[in-house]
């Protein structure tokens, strides 16, 4: 096979892969048909106070119940599996915000107004949210 060919195959398998990686990571649209097919099973009380704070102080960009929204990605979606974003990066979110890098909704600003245990319930919701749609 001529170099030039098998450079072109390459390269085209390279863009074709990576644009299908990035298609499915950011399809929004399939994370909430997820949720919402799945739903998630009974909460424990934690989560279920987890998702009352979530709906109080993040639903206005991430969406009601971490489903995405206009200004926000959706958690409930395996980007955010805990192999991937482990509980810390939630923390650390909150305290000093995030940098845009997955999606294209522009960077998530600090959240000071959000309790330390609100926090920690927040994450206890999403993963419970998480493995009722079988993202771990």
């Not at 060919?5 to 994370?31: H, K, R």
């Not at 409930?76 to 845009?100: C, M, N, T, W």
Request: include cysteine.
């Amino acid at each position: 096979m001529n170099r030039n060919v098998a450079l072109v195959l390459l390269v085209g398998g390279l863009l074709i892969g990576t644009y299908s990686f990035w298609s499915n990571a950011n399809d929004q649209q399939s994370a909430q048909e997820a949720y919402e097919a799945a739903g998630p099973s009974k909460m424990t009380p934690q989560a279920e106070e987890g998702r009352l704070a979530f709906n109080q102080n993040c639903a206005v960009c991430h969406g009601r119940d971490a489903k995405g929204g206009s200004g926000g990605p959706p958690l409930i979606h395996k980007i955010y599996e805990p192999s991937h974003h482990g509980d810390g990066s939630f923390r650390l979110a909150v305290q000093r915000g995030v940098q845009q890098h997955h999606w294209q909704f522009g960077n998530m600003p600090p959240q000071p107004q959000v309790a330390e245990a609100d926090v920690e319930n927040i994450i206890v919701y999403v993963r419970e949210a998480q493995r009722a749609v079988g993202i771990f």
